[in-house]
């Protein structure tokens, strides 16, 4: 299973290795583990903060002196700019990775990115495809802070999460009855009864909750209260209320960064057979150094046409195989398995590109040959 504290390792890595020095620090989420109530939690409030009924009657989390209603990124981000003026600046990551500059009177930059959480929502155990290109950009978006004259970076999270295989394994819980202001998928908030089957029933005095509500009730495994759902943060598991902040300091930009070169070879300039084994060589960029980074590259196999004629196969080497994705450390080979389509003959080119830009590293021109 994967949960925050591996997504945080493997940040943590993907820092480090661009000379990063990066420390982690442990830290209990707040309950309920919903993404309004955990991110309005991170706002500089100086402990003005609590959670109230709002007009609906829904559970609304609101932070400062006087307290004001922060439910969505936009009030969020207008708690920011009014804490601080023109000293800070608030963007998506989308934003700040296509524009990434600031005044120089700004002292604090707030970047915020709910790409896991969405890759997670809206597919399930799926979208785990997709958190190794989400982990990239906020590599991205941390080194852009860091050529824009930030030298210090926290990252912190509003929830972690519980990921199922398949929809039935969380069983099934039955809703307990009672008056829930908040009903989640793993956890309810308002007045209920005394324990049922499957459930716990907590005091939220007892578990850090303000407001007017007086329990608060998940399920005693990791199940739901919804049907069908292999991912879920609103519950009370450690995977879902442990979390992990990361403090990052920067190296200040004395000399231009080391990059890594990468070469493909094959022994000749046809293949007699639909698996050829390619070489993958990572050169460092400056031999006077060992600092150059892991590069990253994915794969494309492409036919005469522009068309998709292959595919890379299973490696040690590959990271994430439904993105074709290769990471190879500086200094090393890699022998790579390409899996050219049965219905295809003639020259195709294998194609290394940068899987951020898109720009590409290297191209290696091929012929079928293949024996009678």
């Known amino acids: 299973m994967r949960c925050a504290s591996s997504l945080a390792q ?4 993907l820092l480090s290795e661009q000379g990063a020095t990066v420390t982690t620090q442990a830290y209990c989420a707040q309950l309920p583990t919903s993404t309004p109530i955990g991110m309005s939690v991170l706002l500089p409030h100086d402990g003005h903060w609590t959670l109230a009924a709002a007009a609906d009657d829904k559970v609304e989390p609101q932070a400062g002196q006087p307290y004001t209603a922060v439910p969505t990124a936009a009030t969020r981000d207008q708690f920011w700019e009014r804490k601080f003026g023109d ?3 608030v963007f998506t990551q989308e934003e700040w990775l296509a524009s990434p500059t600031v005044p120089d009177a700004v002292g604090l ?6 790409d896991l959480d969405q890759a997670g929502e809206n597919n399930g155990i799926a979208g785990l495809e997709q958190f ?3 982990l990239r950009a906020v590599r991205r978006a941390v080194l852009a802070a860091g050529a824009a004259g930030f030298r210090e970076v926290v990252i912190a999270t509003d929830h972690g999460f519980v990921l199922q295989p398949t929809p039935n394994d969380g069983a099934l ?3 307990p009855p009672g008056e829930w202001a908040m009903k989640k998928v793993r956890s309810l908030l308002g007045r209920g009864l005394d324990d049922t089957p499957g459930t716990v029933r907590l005091e939220t005095k007892q578990v850090g909750i303000p407001g007017p509500w007086p329990h608060f009730v998940v399920p005693r495994s990791l199940g739901s209260f919804t049907r069908g759902r292999t991912y879920a943060h609103e519950g009370l598991s450690l995977a879902e209320v442990v979390l992990p902040a990361l403090r990052v300091q920067l190296p200040a930009p004395n000399r231009p960064a080391q990059r890594t070169r990468l070469f493909l070879r094959y022994a000749k300039t046809a293949v007699t057979t639909r698996q050829p084994m390619i070489t993958a060589e990572a050169v460092a960029g400056d031999q006077l150094y060992d600092e150059s980074p892991p590069v990253e590259f994915r794969i494309t196999v492409l036919g005469s046409e522009g068309q998709v004629v292959g595919q890379l196969g ?3 080497t ?3 195989i439904p993105g074709q994705l290769v990471r190879l450390p500086a200094g090393e080979l890699a022998r790579l398995p390409i899996r050219l389509n049965e219905a295809y003959e003639g020259p195709f080119i294998i194609r290394a590109s940068d899987p951020d830009t898109q720009v590409e590293l290297f191209s290696l021109p091929l012929q ?3 024996e009678l």
């Open 173 to 175: 819980v039955p809703t």
């Open 87 to 89: 000293r800070v600046r």
């Open 132 to 134: 190794p290109r989400a």
């Open 109 to 114: 930059l707030v970047i915020r990115s709910s």
């Open 368 to 370: 079928t040959q293949y």
């Open 10 to 13: 493997e940040l943590s890595a």
């Open 318 to 320: 590959v990271v994430d």
């Open 314 to 316: 299973s490696h040690s």
